[in-house]
């Protein structure tokens, strides 16, 4: 009989050695995150933020451009995150299923509001950052992440146009919504965001009534009568 027992334990000895340098980066970002959000209240949100951040986790300049190569961009991503990780960790409590819907979104963004709120400072620094021009497109890609995830969680499962649309709709509830809870508080925040979802609410309504592809099937008949005449009675 073969003793694989050797071979296993190689086998496993590859595998750590595999995820060693992975583990390392995962758990230096997320020292290197604490340590910019303990300082962005004083420092901003900037390169002197990251380097900072890195020289009090002991990261020299290569370790830095190795592991954050686009500075405050990267960590504006990395505290982004970990906000939508803590806003779905919260909704664990909730199960969507038991909810309306409008109850479900209204609930997905009060959790990731909450989750920005706790760390208010950096989140007040780093929406200044995404805020500026060439920031922008780093601004709009997080913050449809961030819509994606908390559709998902509702229990979106739409792959047509919808899909697109609810997304951009809640992303344009989201970013509003987190400057007022950052700087006017939780219960204007709360308001802002019933008033944003019936809004919304009210559109699906009058959108469930009509038929928006009933213009183009009329271009189509009238294209089609055009080439091929009337239709055969």
């Not at 190569?69 to 299923?97: I, M, N, V, W």
């Not at 709709?169 to 809870?181: D, F, H, Q, V, Y």
Request: proline content about 3%; glycine content about 6%.
């Amino acid at each position: 009989m073969t003793d694989t027992s050797h071979t296993t334990e190689t086998s496993n000895g590859q595998e750590q050695a595999a995820k060693g340098p992975a583990d390392w980066a995962i758990r230096t970002e997320q020292a290197v995150l604490d340590a910019a959000i303990a300082r962005a209240g004083r420092l901003g949100w900037n390169s002197q933020l990251v380097r900072a951040a890195c020289e009090a986790e002991g990261l020299s300049l290569g370790d830095q451009e190795l592991l954050i190569p686009h500075g405050a961009r990267d960590l504006a991503a990395l505290l982004s995150r970990r906000h939508d990780e803590a806003a779905l960790k919260a909704l664990e409590a909730t199960p969507a299923h038991t909810l309306k819907i409008r109850e479900r979104i209204a609930a997905a963004l009060s959790a990731r509001l909450e989750a920005a709120a706790n760390d208010a400072e950096a989140s007040k620094k780093c929406a200044g950052f995404l805020a500026l021009p060439f920031n922008a497109d780093l601004g709009i890609s997080l913050t449809w992440e961030t819509a994606d995830k908390l559709w998902r969680w509702a229990g979106d499962t739409a792959t047509d146009q919808n899909h697109y649309s609810k997304r951009t709709i809640l992303s344009g509830i989201l970013a509003p919504a987190l400057t007022i809870r950052l700087f006017e508080g939780k219960e204007a925040a709360d308001k802002f965001c019933a008033r944003r979802i019936e809004n919304v609410m009210q559109f699906e309504k009058w959108k469930a009534g009509k038929d928006f592809d009933a213009p183009m099937r009329k271009i189509t008949d009238f294209l089609g009568r055009m080439r091929y005449g009337p239709k055969a009675g």
